[in-house]
């Protein structure tokens, strides 16, 4: 099972609006609803900020939001703070031999 | 509060074996799967093993297939991961991850043990 596609970093500005690709087949993303989003900082545990392609848990920013297109999810942060500046790394079910697969994690960088 | 800890981790030689545990509190264990993630140096997160509530469902990655085994003791909240035959790139941050519901993300996760395979 191959890791889901990220873009390697993406930056931004304080206060504007940035969007993470995820990119997996038909035999993932595609064809389920049950993406997830995870940020991590630095020397810490991942802490789960999507669930089911756009569900927030409680206390997350609703300056996180998750959608789905295809075969491609994505993570947009909007209203950029220099909090967010993290690696963020999505993850999905997977008819494959496996029942998770996890993306290349994206580092954002907040400048 | 829900609280995973983890422990066992440590230095072990190529070809040796190592077990790690996570001992979970905070919300009713055995109603939920859970899972191993590990981190390489540097790296990106690997999903590495998944069990079902009762433990009649185990998964693992194909890396580790035949080698690791996870397990459960619902009396004692405590999750495990046996790792023998283990290799140098074995070497990560090993983190337990309580499932949300049935395969909808982790909502909950240890603070991660790091194993590391040296000679």
């Known amino acids: 099972q191959s890791a889901l596609t990220q873009p390697a970093s993406v930056s931004g500005s304080p206060g504007q609006s940035i969007t993470i690709s995820c990119t997996g087949t038909?035999?993932?993303?595609?064809?389920?609803?049950?993406v997830s989003w995870y940020q991590q900082h630095p020397g810490k545990a991942p802490k789960l900020m999507i669930y089911?392609?756009?569900n927030r848990p409680s206390g997350v920013s609703d300056r996180f939001s998750g959608s789905k297109s295809g075969n491609t999810a994505s993570l947009t942060i909007s209203g950029l703070q220099a909090e967010d500046e993290a690696d963020y790394y999505c993850?999905?079910?997977?008819?494959?031999?496996?029942?998770?697969?996890f993306g290349t994690g994206t580092k954002v960088t907040v400048l | 509060e829900v609280q995973l800890l983890e422990s066992g981790g440590g230095l072990v030689q190529p070809g040796g074996s190592l077990r790690l545990s996570c001992a979970a509190s905070?919300?009713?264990?055995?109603?939920?799967?859970m899972t191993w993630v590990r981190q390489a140096p540097g790296k990106g997160l690997e999903w590495v093993s998944s069990?079902?509530?009762?433990?009649?469902?185990?998964y693992y990655a194909d890396s580790v297939r035949g080698r690791f085994t996870i397990s459960r003791d619902n009396s004692k909240n405590t999750l495990y991961l046996q790792m023998n035959s283990l290799r140098a790139d074995d070497t990560a941050v090993y983190y337990c991850?309580?499932?949300?519901?049935?395969?909808?993300?982790?909502?909950?996760w240890g603070q991660g043990a790091l194993v590391t395979v040296s000679s």
């Open positions: 991850a309580k499932d949300r519901n049935s395969l909808t993300g982790f909502d909950y």
């Open positions: 905070g919300f009713t264990f055995k109603n939920y799967a």
């Open positions: 069990i079902s509530g009762g433990a009649g469902s185990t």
């Open positions: 038909s035999s993932d993303v595609g064809a389920y609803n049950f």
């Open positions: 089911d392609v756009s």
């Open positions: 993850c999905s079910h997977t008819s494959g031999s496996t029942p998770y697969v």
